[in-house]
């Protein structure tokens, strides 16, 4: 079956220092690559997302591009504020076809940004 | 703008007891759907509605009933709860609008639920 891997965290990070979280996936055809992001105390929220190979999802300074070759989606941002500290999840939704709405997650990465 | 609203927000449960979770949707979503987040598991489902009149089993629905009241509602209920159901339960929904799979997904707050 589908299955999303994700680096292991906590990650800590001084403020404005580069961020990068690995996520590289497992599943048939083409799905459709997501980031969520929980804050403490929160539910999810969509961050971004790429539909198709060599799709870039942006969105609040985040980015990650679809890369079929090596079936990963790996988030970066250039320069992390303390704000961005919550826990970052990498997921997938198949093709098409019965389930293709439904999201496999990976198991969560937390992000501490430090003054 | 409310999204997915899902009640109560807290819950302490003996084990053995039932209870519901409620949750609501004011997008006009067709498929809806319940996770539960544990330490270290990422969010595993344990069950989804494709559209109003269905429900279909997810990963973990060992313990659980649901109902889709009406298109808007997703009720998930615990009928004797056992401390391993003690978790974060995530009401959500989406829109299904092609055989496309890029719909995103939309949560609740979440539900902290614990069974002693």
């Known amino acids: 079956g589908d299955s999303v891997t994700q680096m292991e965290g906590p990650v800590t990070l001084s403020e404005e220092a580069f961020l990068t979280i690995n996520c590289t996936y497992t599943?048939?055809?083409?799905?459709?690559l997501f980031w969520y992001v929980q804050y403490p105390g929160e539910g999810l929220q969509l961050l971004l997302k790429?539909?198709?190979?060599?799709d870039k999802g942006s969105n609040k300074g985040f980015e990650a591009t679809y890369r079929k070759e090596t079936t990963s989606f790996h988030l970066e941002k250039g320069s992390v504020q303390v704000s961005d500290s919550a826990v970052y999840f990498c997921?997938?939704?198949?093709?098409?076809?019965?389930?293709?709405?439904?999201?496999?997650f990976g198991k969560g990465t937390k992000l501490s940004v430090i003054p | 703008n409310a999204g997915v609203t899902q009640t109560p927000k807290f819950q302490v449960l003996k084990t053995g007891q039932s209870m519901t979770l409620q949750c609501a949707q004011d997008?006009?979503?067709?498929?809806m759907y319940w996770y539960r987040q544990d330490p270290g598991m990422g969010l595993r489902l344990i069950y989804y509605?494709?559209?109003?009149?269905?429900?279909d089993k997810g990963e973990v629905p060992n313990g659980y009933n649901v109902s889709r009241l009406n298109k808007r509602e997703f009720s998930l209920r615990l009928e004797s709860a056992a401390p391993s159901q003690t978790s974060v339960y995530f009401c959500?929904?989406?829109?299904?609008?092609?055989?496309?799979?890029?719909?995103?997904?939309?949560f609740g707050e979440g539900s902290w639920l614990t069974v002693v």
């Open positions: 959500a929904s989406s829109a299904k609008d092609s055989a496309h799979s890029g719909n995103t997904i939309y």
């Open positions: 599943a048939t055809g083409y799905p459709s």
């Open positions: 790429a539909t198709k190979a060599d």
């Open positions: 997921a997938l939704t198949p093709y098409s076809g019965a389930g293709s709405y439904q999201l496999t």
């Open positions: 997008m006009n979503h067709n498929s």
């Open positions: 509605s494709a559209s109003e009149g269905t429900t």
